[in-house]
C-alpha cells in the first residue's frame, strides 16, 4: 500500500546548487502534479501531467523543470536553488476524470 | 479564475464543541468541492467531496454541503475531539466540466483547528 512516494523527506540546498525531488506512485493514475505548501499562502501548482509525456505549467513553474517519462514517476528539478524555493513540496496523483487527489507526505527544502 | 476563500485561523474550540469552518468559493465551470484534511508532518488526505448543488459530503463526523446559490460549502462537525487538530483545505476542481483532464485542485489557505482537552 506505498500510494504515493517522495524523497528525499528532508534536503539543504546552498544557493545556485541543483537537485531533483522524486516522486512515484503505484495506483496507475494519468494525473501527477506538484505543490508548494508557504506559510500563509496555501498550496500552490507549480507543474502537472495528465499522462507520459505530457507536461503544463500550474501556477508558479519558474526555477522548476518536470518531465513525465513514465506513468509512475513525476520528478522535479531545481536547475539553481535560489532561497526563495524554501518551502515544503508535495506530489499528488489522481484519476484525470475525478479532482480527488492523493498527496506525499512531503519534502521540505531549505536554500541557504 | 478560480478561487477559495476560507478563514484562516487558528481556531481553537473545546473537546465536544460544535465546529464550523467557512468556505467560499469562485468559479467559472460546475465545480466539484472538496476538504482536504492535514495532520502534523503529514501529506493531505481527502476528508470528504461533493460534485453537484445540494449534494452532501461527509465523513468522520464532518459534513458540508455544496450551496451552488452562495457559493459556499462550509465544513461542520457537532462534537469536535482532541484528534481532530490539523489543518483543514477547501479546495474546488472545474475538471469534470472540461470533460477530464484535471488541471489541478484551487486550494483555499488553510484553517489551523486546535482542539483542547
Known amino acids: 500500500n506505498a500510494g504515493v512516494t517522495q524523497t528525499p523527506k528532508f534536503q539543504v540546498l546552498k544557493t545556485g546548487q541543483s537537485m531533483t525531488l522524486q516522486c512515484a506512485q503505484d495506483m496507475n493514475h494519468e494525473y501527477m502534479s506538484w505543490y508548494r505548501q508557504d506559510p500563509g499562502m496555501g498550496l500552490r501548482l507549480i507543474h502537472y501531467s495528465v499522462g507520459a509525456g505530457i507536461t503544463d505549467q500550474g501556477e508558479v513553474p519558474n526555477g522548476y523543470n518536470v518531465s513525465r517519462s513514465t506513468t509512475e514517476d513525476f520528478p522535479l528539478r531545481l536547475l539553481s536553488a535560489a532561497p526563495s524555493q524554501t518551502s515544503v513540496y508535495f506530489c499528488?496523483?489522481?484519476?484525470?476524470?475525478?479532482?480527488?487527489?492523493?498527496f506525499g507526505e512531503g519534502s521540505r527544502l531549505t536554500v541557504l | 479564475g478560480n478561487s477559495v476563500t476560507q478563514m484562516e485561523g487558528p481556531v481553537t474550540l473545546s473537546e465536544e464543541a460544535f465546529l464550523t469552518i467557512n468556505c467560499t468559493y469562485t468559479?467559472?465551470?460546475?465545480?466539484?468541492l472538496f476538504w482536504y484534511v492535514q495532520y502534523p508532518g503529514e501529506g493531505l488526505q481527502l476528508l470528504l467531496k461533493a460534485t453537484k448543488a445540494d449534494d452532501k459530503g461527509s465523513n468522520k463526523g464532518f459534513e458540508a454541503t455544496y450551496r451552488k446559490e452562495t457559493t459556499s460549502f462550509h465544513l461542520e462537525k457537532g462534537s469536535v475531539q482532541v484528534s481532530d487538530s490539523a489543518v483543514y483545505f477547501c479546495a474546488l476542481s472545474d475538471s469534470l466540466d472540461s470533460g477530464g483532464g484535471a488541471d489541478g485542485l484551487t486550494f483555499g489557505k488553510g484553517t489551523h483547528l486546535i482542539i483542547q482537552p
Open positions: 468559479a467559472t465551470g460546475y465545480p466539484s
Open positions: 499528488a496523483s489522481g484519476r484525470s476524470n475525478t479532482g480527488e487527489l492523493f
